[in-house]
Nanobody, 119 residues
């Protein structure tokens, strides 16, 4: 069974950086980062499949990088040049079938971590 523990959220000024971590127990297969702001639907941010291929949402605009340390079974999201619009609860997820940025494709979810960007 897979369990995900998310950390790294916080409050930063616009233009700042954060690194989110997702520590997994058990084999995670495909993984992704998602976010949800108040009053909005959950949306995909970045995803990485079991072969290491990645995909990003258009709003990332080259500012974020998703990576995975297979030895530690840990997923990361490096977030640079943060904007106020990035403020949301961020979630890590894992699934056996890769549909990239579609939340419904993932089976296991972490608890979420809050990212707040002010300006």
């Amino acid at each position: 069974q897979v369990q995900l523990v998310v950390s790294g959220g916080g409050s930063v000024q616009a233009g700042g950086s954060l690194r989110l971590s997702c520590a997994a127990s058990g084999y995670t297969y495909n993984m992704g980062w998602f976010r949800q702001a108040p009053g909005k639907e959950r949306e995909g941010v970045a995803a990485i499949d079991n072969d290491g291929n990645t995909r990003y949402a258009d709003f990332v605009e080259g500012r974020f990088t998703i990576s995975k340390d297979n030895a530690k079974n840990t997923l990361y999201l490096q977030m640079n040049t943060l904007k106020r619009e990035d403020t949301a609860m961020y979630y890590c997820a894992a699934g056996r079938v890769s549909l990239w940025l579609l939340p419904g494709a993932y089976d296991v979810w972490g608890q979420g971590t809050q990212v707040t960007v002010s300006s």
